[in-house]
């Protein structure tokens, strides 16, 4: 059983690496929590001495085997909650990740696996992101944002890779959301933003929108 701050921690390292088995910069995981480096310095010596990480000083972290499972546990238990919310109780996808972040700390392993049969065994969230399943075995997706696509396209909203309460506002003032479809127009060569077709209005989206919305070719 490890303390809410050590299960944010792993879980931040899991998410600066992309899952990956590489290091993690201290100094980023202290901007990525909010939180003064020297704090972070203090919980990371302590996930050393509980064999959930490797400490290299000066250059960073790695997620030991027992730290990177239960980073994953976190991340299923949040993503789960996620579509719990937004499919069960009607939250919108905007509102569910700082509630999320509250639930996804329960200690029932008996729960989750209930909430998991109750929800049919999602693999996917409520944004795109794939939920890790109870093995831990995590869904590897080929994911291609609409900056990478040139006009004409048509395609459909999968998923984000941005999950702050602004990019949501932000797709929201402009209609968008999972499952969206956008006709791509034309793009300007000065600052690569877009003027796409959503739902038969015509907008231009800005590359930063562009780079954090993924998208696939359009299917019937």
């Known amino acids: 059983m490890h303390s809410i701050s050590k299960e944010d921690y792993l879980k931040a390292i899991y998410h600066l690496t992309n899952g990956?088995?590489?290091l993690a910069n201290t100094s980023k995981i202290a901007a990525y929590l909010n939180i003064k480096a020297s704090s972070c310095t203090d919980m990371v010596k302590k996930l050393a001495s509980d064999k959930l990480i490797s400490y290299e000083p000066y250059r960073g972290v790695r997620l030991s085997p027992s730290g990177r499972k239960a980073a994953i546990y976190m991340i299923?238990?949040?993503?789960?909650w996620e579509t719990f919310l937004v499919n069960t109780l009607g939250f919108n996808w905007d509102e569910v990740h700082n509630v999320a972040e509250q639930l996804e700390h329960t200690e029932s392993p008996e729960l989750i696996t209930r909430l998991d049969a109750f929800l049919g065994h999602p693999t996917l969230d409520p944004h795109g992101d794939p939920i890790p399943d109870a093995n831990g075995i995590v869904q590897n997706l080929e994911e291609k944002n609409?900056?990478?696509?040139?006009?004409?396209?048509?395609?459909t909203v999968i998923g984000v890779k941005d999950h702050s309460s602004e990019f949501f506002q932000a797709l929201t003032e402009r209609k968008i959301a999972l499952g969206s479809r956008i006709r791509l127009l034309k793009v300007f060569d000065y600052d690569q933003s877009l003027v796409v077709e959503v739902d038969g209005q015509e907008q231009t989206?800005?590359?930063s929108i562009c780079r954090n919305l993924v998208v696939e070719i359009k299917t019937e």
């Not at 299923?76 to 789960?80: N, T, Y």
């Open 20 to 22: 990956k088995e590489t």
């Open 76 to 80: 299923r238990k949040h993503r789960l």
């Open 146 to 155: 609409l900056a990478s696509y040139t006009p004409p396209a048509d395609l």
């Open 205 to 207: 989206l800005t590359p």
